[in-house]
């Protein structure tokens, strides 16, 4: 009896936790929702700032967004997965070993305006790409570097030992396995992490305020060497540096309308891929 009133606490706490934050999270999407969706239209959508975005749309800074979450994945994944597969499949067990994943979860603990401050020194004056959306890319695939070679290590592990024995006793090289076997079997954990960096990235402003972002532009930017609007130093920049509050603050809410949008929407896209990839695995 009592091991069974135990776990019906357990269980009990459980659902009340999912409960609080699933109404957190609707309390939020409303609230955002009531003072944005109103702004939304085609118009708004398509075309460029006005009357010192006091009017027009936000075009600019929906596409400026667009090149910076996806030139950071661009950047990072790759390099993640391939850091994660060193320490995983390859590296000898041992104490620099340790250090380097200690390394990592700190690394992924650092402010982000310290990334930013990094950014702005690297990549805008030593190598010489200026603020622009290469410089904030890079600056954002390293920011949650560590979160995507956490995820693809998690990953990795959790691939059964058996599936890399099987495919070495049928003549499979080391290579071969990890290519045929592991990274196909660990690609719907990988992507995970995937969902979760381009919800930070899409959200991020100190690190694009010294590497990427303007507070203006006339339109979209033309290649990753210009300067981008974003939507999040955009809502910044209309709530701090307006000079008409009213109309600045219902487009502001607008933007954080959009940008929940565009979030969710590239979120479910990589759900859509990663349960795809499951449906092979099965």
Not at 122 to 131: E, K, P, Q, S, T
Not at 184 to 197: F, K, M, N, Q, R
Request: charged share 10%; aromatic share 10%.
């Amino acid at each position: 009896m009592n091991k069974k009133l135990t776990q019906n606490l357990g269980f009990g706490s459980l659902f009340l936790c999912i409960f609080i934050a699933i109404f957190f999270l609707g309390v939020l999407i409303y609230f955002i929702a009531s003072r944005g969706l109103g702004i939304i239209s085609w118009e708004f959508l398509t075309t460029v700032p006005k009357d010192q975005m006091t009017a027009g749309g936000v075009l600019p800074a929906i596409v400026g967004t667009l090149y910076l979450v996806l030139g950071s994945v661009i950047f990072a994944l790759p390099l993640g997965v391939a850091c994660a597969i060193y320490l995983t499949e390859y590296s000898p067990k041992g104490f620099i070993v340790n250090i380097i994943r200690m390394s990592i979860n700190n690394l992924a603990g650092v402010p982000s305006v310290v990334f930013g401050l990094f950014g702005y020194g690297i990549f805008v004056n030593a190598f010489g790409f200026g603020v622009s959306a290469l410089s904030g890319s890079l600056t954002l695939g390293i920011l949650v570097l560590p979160q995507i070679i956490s995820a693809a290590q998690e990953a990795l592990i959790a691939v059964p030992q058996s599936f890399r024995e099987a495919s070495l006793a049928v003549g499979a090289t080391h290579w071969q396995t990890i290519k045929k076997i592991t990274i196909p079997t660990a690609l719907p954990g990988i992507l995970t992490g995937v969902i979760l960096s381009i919800g930070r990235v899409a959200g991020e402003t100190a690190p694009i305020l010294f590497t990427a972002a303007t507070f203006y532009t006339r339109g979209v930017p033309k290649s990753f060497l210009s300067e981008v609007m974003a939507l999040p130093y955009h809502i910044y920049a209309l709530m701090t540096e307006g000079t008409h509050p009213k109309e600045q603050t219902e487009i502001a809410y607008g933007c954080a309308v959009i940008l929940l949008a565009l979030v969710l929407s590239l979120s479910a896209a990589a759900i859509v891929i990663r349960q795809r990839q499951r449906r092979k695995e099965l």
